[in-house]
T-cell receptor, first 114, second 112 residues
Framework: DAGVIQSPRHEVTEMGQEVTLRCKPI?????LFWYRQTMMRGLELLIY????????DSGMPEDRFSAKMPNASFSTLKIQPSEPRDSAVYFC???FGQGAYEQYFGPGTRLTVT | AQSVTQLDSQVPVFEEAPVELRCNYS??????LFWYVQYPNQGLQLLLK??????LVKGINGFEAEFNKSQTSFHLRKPSVHISDTAEYFC??????????FGTGTRLQVFP
């Protein structure tokens, strides 16, 4: 298996622009997680899905952030409009089962908003 | 509320020396505990996990961790580190929810 795939790997955009990050989880995994990593705040869980349904979005910072999972093999995280404080590395992870099961992380998307 | 504390933000050590990375958790119920490693410019990968049973857990790359319920700790150890162990290490815990709660990370820097 190719592992969790994220695209793009790097994104540079100007403030106010829409940004869409993409994730393909490992086939057969029923949980998908979106995380954000910054020096100041560390690793934060933004939202997670179970069987394509959003379960907990309490970590989404504000209404500018939205996430979807239209099918078992694809998810997007959208920021509209983007702001410089959104600059971070965004990780997608997937797992088969909850709690005790290992989460497999993608390589991340480094977002820079100027 | 559940939380995970990694007391050391950075741990410098010379190659071939032993190392211990500390992790404490707060939970009044049974927890599942994990250590993940993040190499530069990469995602996190699982080193080891404790679910139940033996309190000494062995993981990949020669790492091991010991679950101590009375001290609510899950410290990570390696008897002899290598330059390639230089990375960020994250302790994480989950109770009966789907979410992992991560610590703030410890940067292990191994010097020749």
């Amino acid at each position: 298996d190719a592992g969790v795939i994220q695209s793009p790997r790097h994104e540079v955009t100007e403030m106010g622009q829409e940004v869409t990050l993409r994730c393909k989880p490992i086939s057969g995994h029923d949980y998908l997680f979106w995380y954000r990593q910054t020096m100041m705040r560390g690793l934060e869980l933004l939202i997670y899905f179970n069987n394509n349904v959003p379960i907990d979005d309490s970590g989404m910072p504000e209404d500018r952030f939205s996430a979807k999972m239209p099918n078992a093999s694809f998810s997007t995280l959208k920021i509209q409009p983007s702001e410089p404080r959104d600059s971070a590395v965004y990780f997608c992870a997937s797992s088969f089962g909850q709690g005790a099961y290992e989460q497999y992380f993608g390589p991340g998307t480094r977002l820079t908003v100027t | 509320a559940q939380s995970v504390t990694q007391l050391d933000s950075q741990v410098p050590v010379f190659e071939e020396a032993p190392v211990e990375l500390r992790c404490n958790y707060s939970s009044s119920v049974s927890v599942y505990l994990f250590w993940y490693v993040q190499y530069p410019n990469q995602g996190l990968q699982l080193l080891l996990k404790y679910l139940s049973g033996s309190t000494l857990v062995k993981g990949i790359n020669g790492f091991e961790a010991e679950f101590n319920k009375s001290q609510t700790s899950f410290h990570l150890r390696k008897p002899s580190v290598h330059i390639s162990d230089t990375a960020e290490y994250f302790c994480a815990a989950t109770v009966d929810t789907d979410k992992l709660i991560f610590g703030t990370g410890t940067r292990l820097q191994v010097f020749p």
